[in-house]
């Protein structure tokens, strides 16, 4: 993906759309979790005594070796209802991890194996080095990349120091995980296994060690695990690892390219309200969750039910290895997560020791750098295998990196670091909001642990009251701090500068590391009391801007730039949300005169409107034919006219060419000119601004409607006829089957966002990234009123009925009603209980 943006920031970076970052607001990025090519993690089959208590072994191969350690005894109780959401019910969090493990398995077995052979580092091991990148990014084949970043970032210390972190609870958990998944392993066996598994020599039993890896790929994804190609390009000068004998080093263009194909890869994302007593029809708690994700992969979200009988009861759906529920709800409250843009990452810059670059100078003090070695196993084409490796070097101010502009020299050298890197709280974390009897001990627990490693908490619970939290592990860097310690330009263009992922910080001095706050879990992070937080009975929003805005009537202000930046431009996904809520609810002296129901927010979360379309298309009508002013017009703007005025203003199945001709107008103009606006951004109106287009001004004019024409150009290039609609151009492939799929591009401010593409060169656009767990919760007298769909449907299996059943219900828009109580579940139709136990 090319990165998108279409606003001008007041910033001195770029203000990110959902396929884009940068540090100042932070826009996250997809991983080598997201990507089938990216994996690999530490030594293979060890499991450094962490406490692989099932006895599972680690074989090489398919065969599963596993007997009951004494004291490890699990069982379960796994109902299915419609579209294969499992209802699970155990007597502790032993028996919970081992039910989700044996559900999860029969539904996704092979998407969780696969990940595995990436976080043990073993891609190369088994598929081979993979492909150089085409852009130029970095001198290593992308398995062999990855690998020795997992490696690296799972040794065995760190797996080590993450397991003996984690509360009781949760390692009864993975153990349980762990057992359950290969309960099913041992039963169907190797040949029994799906097709793009079975058989396959690197599916093996899982182990606890592989759920901690899993647990640190996911804290890293939209962090560290970006950086992964440039991690492996950094070396000494003059000094090369043995990985990378074969490639030159990467030119200084090839590897600013490659930084902005990192900044441009799409993100996790989201949209989400929750609206209180003032707002709501019935006077309580609304909470709609709309997480953006991938279609395929181990970001693959999955649907769940988990109840310990007088301890936890909640329902949603979670991510592959997680035997929690991630995004849900519970009798008493819901809640939901975007994607924050608050840093986890900064570089720093670090002078060299002049005799030495491998040592570096700390005020005046010359410091040895750690080399640590990495080696991964490699196929060759004619089947050998041989080794590569490659030296990290690790420093206090993080691991030294090559990126973009920023290169080893004998002067200078660059690293980075994460501030999830040290975060092993995620399960304890959302183990805790799981367990939360109330929103008080929900937000107490997010603010006590900061473990959410990369999204803000929106929740409402049915007593009416809202709560926004955007609380993750961010670096300890104050305003002050930040200008006092901001590289200046020293050896590095200034204008390259602002293509950086993160803040480039001074690393010459003990100032400008990471402060520390007693008050927080973790050294060099903020404390969660400190972080941004909102408590409303009207409502709270967020669509992956910072916390500025989560409610206009009460701004959230004065925090770190790191943290949240205010008077910043908004995504159109946020003024799209913003703009509708305040329609909606027609407020006056701050508070809503109307109020709005679930069926109105469910409505308008699939009603695929184009928000961009409001703001632009009147004036490239304009410039039509037979308006005032027109010139002679040419054929193809005659079309895209005739297009334009004729689409529904919609991202929907019926929607005509007009979509396609705005998507290819805004990702090809827009983005390259933001001077067309009519009316710039304004901070004092960021939910109206920008809008308009300049044509009355012949210049602006002229730009607009060139790339009117070459729209059309460029559409019927890639296949799309004027009699198609979306629907028969943007769909999901399911076995034989082609599902048409609603929703359209971030940039056109579609909040049913969805990204696809072309995969097979027939014009036909595959859906691969956007709404995935849709969630609308609301509360009434009788408990909670549960819809959703699980876009891409619960099982990658093709033989499975829940293959694409949801899949189909979304495109028709037909939400599924959750059941919840035991009244609700026994209701439904073939429900058998199956007990499972060892």
Not at 243 to 250: D, I, R, S
Not at 405 to 414: E, G, H, I, T
Not at 543 to 554: I, K, V
Request: aromatic residues 8%; hydrophobic residues 40%; charged residues 20%.
């Amino acid at each position: 993906m090319n990165s998108r943006d279409l606003r001008s920031s007041p910033s001195t970076f770029a203000r990110p759309s959902e396929s884009r970052r940068a540090w100042r607001l932070g826009l996250c990025v997809s991983t080598a979790a997201a990507l089938a090519a990216c994996g690999g993690s530490n030594s293979g089959g060890s499991n450094f005594g962490i406490g692989i208590g099932n006895g599972v072994g680690s074989s090489s191969g398919p065969g599963v070796q596993e007997s009951a350690a004494p004291g490890n005894s699990y069982k379960a109780g796994i109902r299915r209802t419609a579209h294969g959401i499992p209802h699970i019910e155990a007597d502790d969090e032993k028996g919970i991890g081992y039910g989700v493990g044996y559900a999860y398995a029969q539904d996704n077995f092979c998407v969780l194996a696969e990940h595995l052979v990436t976080v043990r580092g073993e891609r190369s091991r088994y598929f081979g080095e993979g492909a150089l990148p085409a852009s130029g990014q970095g001198t290593l084949p992308a398995n062999v990349s990855s690998d020795l970043f997992y490696r690296q970032h799972n040794d065995d210390a760190s797996l080590r120091t993450a397991w003996s972190a984690y509360s009781e609870p949760v390692k009864a958990m993975f153990k349980g995980f762990a057992a359950g998944y290969n309960r099913y392993l041992r039963e169907t066996g190797a040949a029994g296994l799906p097709e793009s598994c079975n058989n396959k020599t690197w599916v093996r039993a899982v182990e606890e060690a592989d759920l901690v890896r899993l647990m640190r790929d996911y804290a890293a994804l939209n962090g560290l695990a970006d950086t992964a190609p440039f991690l492996a390009q950094a070396s000494p000068p003059g000094r090369a690892g043995s990985a990378a004998k074969t490639a030159p080093q990467p030119s200084e263009q090839a590897s600013q390219t490659a930084l902005l194909a990192m900044v441009g890869k799409p993100s996790t994302g989201s949209n989400a309200m929750a609206l209180g007593s003032d707002a709501t029809a019935n006077g309580q708690g609304l909470v709609l969750g709309n997480p953006h994700f991938p279609w395929a992969g181990v970001l693959r979200l999955y649907q769940l039910h988990l109840t310990i009988p007088g301890r936890m009861d909640v329902m949603g759906a979670s991510l592959p290895g997680l035997p929690i529920v991630g995004i849900g709800f519970t009798r008493d409250f819901a809640w939901t997560h975007t994607t924050n843009t608050a840093a986890r990452l900064t570089l720093h810059q670090l002078r060299l020791d002049p005799a030495d670059p491998t040592r570096y100078m700390v005020d005046g003090k010359s410091k040895a750098m750690e080399r640590k070695v990495s080696k991964v196993d490699v196929l060759e084409s004619d089947g050998r295998i041989a080794a590569r490796e490659h030296a990290y070097y690790a420093t206090d101010f993080g691991t030294v990196i090559a990126l973009g502009p920023l290169r080893w020299d004998s002067q200078y050298a660059y690293t980075v670091r994460d501030a999830n890197t040290d975060n092993h709280r995620l399960a304890d974390q959302w183990l805790a909001m799981n367990q939360a009897r109330s929103l008080d001990e929900l937000k107490d627990s997010v603010l006590r642990i900061v473990g959410n490693p990369w999204n803000n908490t929106l929740a409402a619970d049915a007593g009416g009251r809202t709560l926004f939290m955007s609380a993750t592990p961010t670096p300890n860097i104050s305003e002050a701090m930040l200008a006092g310690c901001e590289v200046a330009g020293a050896n590095v263009d200034p204008e390259a500068l602002k293509s950086l992922p993160a803040p480039l910080l001074r690393g010459d001095t003990a100032r400008c590391q990471w402060a520390n706050d007693p008050a927080a879990p973790q050294a060099g992070i903020f404390a969660g009391k400190l972080l941004p937080l909102l408590e409303r009975h009207d409502y709270v929003q967020n669509s992956n801007d910072s916390a500025w805005l989560t409610n206009p009537q009460a701004p959230l202000e004065g925090f770190s730039p790191l943290v949240s930046i205010a008077g910043s431009q908004q995504g159109l996904r946020t003024r799209q949300g913003l703009a509708w809520l305040q329609a909606t609810l027609q407020p006056r002296n701050g508070l809503p005169t109307r109020r709005v129901s679930q069926d109105q927010v469910e409505a308008m979360v699939l009603d695929n409107r184009v928000y961009l379309a409001e703001l632009v298309l009147a004036d490239m009508l304009s410039l039509c034919p037979g308006e005032s002013g027109s010139p002679q017009a040419s054929a193809d703007l005659k079309q895209a006219c005739s297009a334009l005025q004729a689409w529904d203003r919609t991202a929907g199945l019926d929607a005509g060419i007009g979509y396609g001709y705005l998507e290819d107008f805004a990702l090809s103009f827009l983005r390259q000119t933001p001077g067309a606006w009519r009316v710039a951004f304004d901070p004092a109106d960021p939910v109206n601004t920008p809008r308009g287009l300049r044509v009355e001004q012949p210049e602006v004019a002229a730009q607009v409607r060139e790339a009117m024409e070459a729209a059309v150009r460029n559409v019927a290039a890639k296949g799309w006829a004027p009699s198609q609609r979306w629907g028969d151009i943007q769909g999901a492939t399911r076995g034989a089957r082609r599902i048409p799929v609603p929703g359209g591009d971030d940039e056109l401010g579609v909040y049913n966002m969805m990204i696809s593409v072309d995969t097979k060169g027939n014009g036909l656009r595959e859906a691969v990234h956007g709404t995935s767990y849709l969630q609308s919760v609301g509360f009434t007298a009788q408990g909670p009123r549960a819809k959703a769909f699980l876009a891409y449907s619960q099982s990658t299996n093709p033989d499975s009925a829940w293959f694409a059943d949801q899949t189909e219900r979304f495109a028709r828009r037909e939400w599924v009603e959750l059941p919840f109580t035991r009244a609700q579940i026994d209701a439904q139709t073939d429900t058998a209980l199956k007990v499972i136990a060892e």
